[in-house]
């Protein structure tokens, strides 16, 4: 996993070594800044409640980090999870994390002493990706089953809940193929991507409830994904994910084992439904 430090000068990083890393870019240097005593499973710069790194792990805590760079070795706060850290995501002041278990964790970061709410996820499976709404008002949570589930974080609005089935295959047969949501990803007007291990992504619009477009499928599983700032470009890495396990890997080939980033450029597939012109879930 890895973060860019909000004014571009630095990239940090996460790795199942259980270090995190700051990589200088002006010159081209690396310091650890982080430290777990299993993989690390998400890193994010934050600005709130101040200045920090804000890094997840498999030994199950939530650890927060001097930004500069400075190796002090010691956090300056540390919070205890239900379980293993399996996906997190950062927006403004919310932070929610998705845990083994299915336990799903929303935080105020303005003060993350106490979760501001706690749940057990709606999906009947393993949590595997977790994504918050632009406008901090909800978030998706996706599972290793080929389900997406739409949560909101107020009492207000529990009521627009809701979950859609998606990368599977075969839907049709006894035997029908189901694959994990590896990556949830939201554009910046709202609407927002899936990608799993069937090797395919979506965009989808959850207002509409609808699914804008579907694309080709690659060879092998799409692992991560993301829009950049402006929306303009979709960034996805294709390999292997481990999800068959080491049988399938060992008959790739050399070639097919090197993992891939693609780029795909944005045009009008991402905007938002018109309401008369909507064929729902």
Known sequence: CCAWKSDGSAIYSGGADGKGMMWHLATNSWTQIAQHDG?????????????????????????????SGTPSGTPIGVLQMPDRVYSMDVVGSVMVI?????HLLVYDLRNPSQPFRQKFS?????????AIFPDQTGFCVGSVEGRVAVEHI???????NFA???????????????YAVNALAFHPIGTFATAGSDGAFHFWDKDAKHRLKAFQRANQAVTAACFNHDGALFAYAVGYDWSKGVSPHLKLSEQDRKGRIMLHMVGQECRHKKKDDTKRW
């Open 39 to 67: 993989p690390i499973s998400g890193i994010f710069y934050s600005e709130t409640p101040s200045p920090c790194v804000i890094t997840c792990s498999w030994d199950r805590t939530v650890k927060f980090w001097d930004a």
């Open 98 to 102: 998705a845990t083994a278990e299915r």
């Open 164 to 178: 859609f089935k998606c990368h599977r295959q075969n839907t049709d047969s006894k035997e029908a193929e189901l």
């Open 154 to 160: 107020q009492d207000t609005d529990l009521s627009k």
């Open 122 to 130: 709606p999906l009947k499976y393993q949590s595997r990706s977790v």
